[in-house]
């Protein structure tokens, strides 16, 4: 009898192999795993085959057509999946006959094999084999190589191998592993933990219970192995186990009761010499499997420890990577250290980011008031026993005590405050750090910035420090990454290494100064970013020979996703999620109010008084002309037109959501704040429950898309729909705060229940007021109540104590299962992107682009250039994707139940109803990390389009692959590498670097015109990348002729917590793509942003639509102005950022008029009120603002009259004459 083995498990394999040799009848023999294979032949060639598989379910390409084939031809088979489901195919097998093959295989071991198949044999060949029964093998055990006891008995092991006083690390590793019997790397890691002064406890399990068969747990095992009369044994677990332990079974609760940090460690899929080449460091599965779903257990990311090894007959094993192993065990034990070190001999290094690089922005943290948040965090960490000489009483006197010491900004460093630094790293210091990196780091440390140590931030020869040490503290700023050093760096080294200064900084916070931990604090800083793998860092990754075995807490806006993911793959952060600033309606105020008063007054008197109608329409017209409507909403023939699209706008304007100030650290909204914070929540539909707002205004009798867009109509009761709508919004407040007057008691809802409003309602629209209640009394009021959790579990994880995870993404479009924050968030599953839900999304923008195209130009757009992030696609699941995909016209196909993409189909012609969009996408560096897996599926989707037989008319991919194809081949090139470059659709940054460079080009003021700056983008743009997600190389010439070809450009945004003058990324990628085409064409492309913030009501408006609403709603509105005001030196610094962030988008795009460039300066440079306030609080900003100004006037973008430019340039000389004179004479 001849059985056919099939199995995609590594050690089913190895122990096939070694049973095969021993084996003459049944004979075995092990198949390959050929999806392409022909079953007629394959077939033929055994009695029985037999599948043992793993991970993937019965859609699997392979097993379906296996599957098929055996069958229809009814061919005894079996096929076993070890998935969460259990699936199972057979002919010519009972279910008890199932049941015991599957107990060999769940029990395991060689002998359970050779005993598999001696039962295969005679059960289904008739010979006269002897089978023994599945016999049980230990389901989990301790491993040690000199322990030779029972793998069970964990007293006698500890008895022998566990020294009291000494840390202890916990292993996990897979019983399978230890089935096969290799422990190369189980070996080296054991002896790496003991070297370090530690105790060892290895311990094999599956990662979930085989309910079948009755295995334990993998909790089971860690309350046996790691616990010792109901408390943890270890200090810190090192896991090697891939996928999402939670998955298998694994409480949280369980996982944080315990309290021990998971550190992940990778056993790498590739051969050590592949590994060590590869610039993205894992492979696409790995990040999915060994990095995305292990984040849903809360582990720290760590480094890879093995990598495969083939010998002579092709059986693979793992060998060790030595030098990862002793990362690791050095990470454990600061890890463990934690747990035992008193808080008042820990010294810890809080890091505020720093960019650009002076010092009107220490602590640039995106939306926190980061020097209030860390003196929140100071007085906590005083309470709990750290030791620290003061506490400054106020952020004022915060960020004076920092400024009076060494900072990055060397405009305004005395010779005093470097010769009194007080972190101080010499340069014979140094030079004994440098000789002991890797070679490869110390050429290129040379190459980019010369011999060490470089004379970055250097005085006298020494490296500075800059900061102030404060007992057991270090208070700190991050060093600048350098491109600010050598901006010729931007356009020919976007990978170059950071400086000496850089990795000397943290090489004086870990091993000088000894610091036990670090803090970044805030949104982001530029650790992360460093050149290096993707994932899987080695030792010459700059992120690790920068923070080393430092303990990495973060404190990180839940909203933004991806750069927080960043954070935690990259700089093995353990992030702390914190709440997003408050939010309002912009609201009526100034010249918008006075208009939409006139708009109201026309309404009325041209329903009640027509005759008198023409001294409102001056009025109208002079209120409009207040507010600089001119070039946006032309008068027109039709006035009753006109005054609607005025309606309509300033309606907009008043429901945008705006930030109305910044969020403190562990600090819950209260009193009206909470109302606030509530509002925005139930503005969104979520979870298919429809909004309050929209609820309110039904029950009302209106529609709420009617009232928002139809603004000027008038209600029967003589009121617009726009002051409907106010009072639908102030009925929703009105009902919040009646919960509040309750202090949102549960009984507080059966009161609201009887509100006229309410109590009036239909029974299915008082189910859906219940439920809205209950949720805001029951769910989101006690969420937001936990925000002081991210002051407590920021100390949590300072004691070496496990953070529990969470979903992340922005709390009023994503819900509030994001909520509460001082959680360590994880992400989405790469390989489940775009989800369903976002696939309709994505259509819903592909289409409304269209629309607003083919409005604009009056027909379809040929070529379309798309920016694609990671954290954007992450909180909407992959609606970028999706719009790309629909554009396109192809759409995927998922895999049930698992929601996983595993293909592509083409939409057809007819159904599509339009052409085929040729769209070019580019990509960030963190999506090309985090997201490689659409990176595959973009090719495919693009190669799919372009094979098919389509006329020019019908395709614009295919049509542009053919020009381009023929264009190269003039050129020379090849037919097939010319078809080939032809069809990249996706650019981005070369392997190891990130960003686009536009951001560091502006604001070292090294360029004069769009050529310089199209330049920069493409030197950071123009690598391609192809379906196996890694690059093809740099390809300039074809890049810029993507780009001189497209219409239109986009960049969609799915929430209104942040936006396009937020930061200059927005500006860096998607305006960076904007002036290249401009540089290249001479003329500006139709520019577009997607707004999927409310799902109910998608918008694709121009970028200089989206940047006047914003400049008019939020920029302009006291509100905001207040609310920042109220955070004293981080509010001026981010006022300073706004404008900025406005006169970068300006150099790119010309986005902004004369007139907003003169609000700006009206109202934040120039108004009395506002210098007093800035020059108090943070002068630097002040100072940033008119030089921004002024820059914007000398590079033509910005005509004002030369009384105003005189007011500006004499407020610029004097700020600075006093900082200047401040510091007493600069370094």
Known sequence: MK????????????????????????????????????????????????????????????????????????????????????????????????????????????????NLFYWLGREFGGLACTAEPPRPLAWNGVYHPDWTGDPEDIAGYLASHYEEGRPTVGMIFYRSEWITGDFTYHTALVRAIEAEGMNAVAVFSNSYRDERVESPTLMDAIRKYFCRDGEPLVDVIISTMKFSIKAGGTCIEDLYELGVPILEAYTVLAEKEEWERSPAGLDPMEVSMSVAMPEFDGVIHAVPIAAKVRDESGEVSYAALDERMERIACKARKWAALRHKPNAEKKIAIVFHNYPPTNANIGSAAGLDSPESVLRLLMAMRAAGYVMDEIPESSKAFMKLLTDHATNDRRFMSVEQAKAADGQLTAEQYRAFFTELPAQVRSQLVRDWGDEPGDVLSYDGTLLIPGTLNGNLFITVQPPRGFGEDPGKLLHSPDAAPTHHYIGYYHWLRDIWKADAVIHVGTHGSLEWLPGKSTGLSDTCYPDVSLGDLPDVYPYWITIVGEGIQAKRRGAACLISHLSPPMQLAGGFEELEELEQALDEYVHFRAAQPDNIEAVQDIVREKAGACHFEDEIDEGDDFDDYTARLHNYVTDIKNMQIRTGLHILGRAPEGEGLIDFLCALVRMEHGGENSLVRLLAAQAGYDYEELLTHSERMTADGMTYGRKLDAVEAEMRALISFLAEHDYAPEAIEQAMVLPRIAAAYAEARASFSHALHEIVEDMVPRLRRTEGEITETLRALTGRYIEPSPAGAPTTNGVDVLPTGRNFYGLDPRCMPTPA?????????????????????????????????????????????????????????????????????????????????VTARISGLFRDAVPNAVHWVDEAVRMVRDLDESDEENYVRKHVLADTAWLEEQGEARESAWERASVRIFGDP??????????????????????????????????????????????????????????????????????????????????????????????????????????????????????????????????????????????????????????????????????????????????????????????????????LLEAQQRGLWNTSEETLAEVRSLYLSIEGDLEERSEGTV
């Open 3 to 114: 059985i056919a083995l099939y199995t995609n498990i590594l050690r089913v394999r190895v122990l096939a192999r070694r049973c095969i040799s021993a084996l003459e009848d049944p004979a075995v023999c092990i198949r390959p795993a050929d999806a392409a294979a022909d079953w007629s032949e394959v077939r033929a060639d055994a009695d029985l085959h037999l599948f043992l598989w793993m991970g993937t379910g019965l859609d699997n390409d392979f097993l379906k057509k296996a599957s098929r084939n055996l069958q229809r031809n009814r061919t005894p088979h079996l096929i076993v999946v070890d998935n969460a489901n259990h699936d199972k195919v057979t002919y010519g097998f009972s279910e008890e006959q199932i049941q015991t093959a599957w107990a060999y295989f769940r029990y395991d071991g060689e002998e359970n094999m050779r």
């Open 838 to 918: 976002a696939w309709e999304y994505g259509k819903q923008l592909g289409d409304a682009l269209i629309e607003q195209y083919i409005s604009d130009e009056g027909r379809y757009p040929e070529a379309v250039g798309i920016v694609f992030w990671a954290g954007s696609n992450m909180r909407s699941h992959g609606q970028c994707i999706a719009e790309l995909f629909y554009l396109m016209g192809v759409r995927p196909i998922w895999l049930r139940p698992s929601q996983r993409v595993c293909g592509l189909e083409v939409i057809p012609i007819a159904e599509l109803k339009r052409p085929r969009i040729d």
């Open 991 to 1188: 392997p190891g670097a990130y960003g686009a460079g536009i951001g560091d080009l502006l604001e070292s003021k090294a360029w004069e015109t769009l050529d310089d700056l199209a330049a920069v983008y493409t030197r950071f743009s123009g690598t391609a990348y192809g379906g196996d997600g890694f690059a093809r190389g740099y390809d300039p010439e074809v890049f810029q002729r993507r780009m001189a070809g497209l219409d239109v450009t986009v960049k969609n945004e799915d929430t209104r917590e942040t936006h396009m003058f937020s930061s200059d990324d927005y500006n860096a990628y998607h305006g960076g793509m904007i002036a290249t085409v401009r540089a290249l064409t001479g003329k500006a492309p139709r520019s577009y942003t997607g707004d999927s913030s409310d799902r109910q009501r998608i918008v694709v408006r121009t970028v200089e639509e989206e940047a006047v609403r914003l400049f008019r709603g939020e920029a302009m509105n006291p509100k905001f102005i207040e609310g920042m005001k109220e955070h004293g030196y981080k509010g001026a610094s981010d006022l300073a950022n706004y404008l900025a962030h406005s006169y970068q988008w300006d150099a790119t795009s010309g986005v902004m008029k004369d007139w907003m460039y003169e609000g700006y300066a009206r109202k934040y440079v120039l108004d009395a009120g506002m210098q007093e306030w800035m020059q108090d609080v943070n002068p630097w900003a002040l100072h940033r603002m008119a030089e921004t």
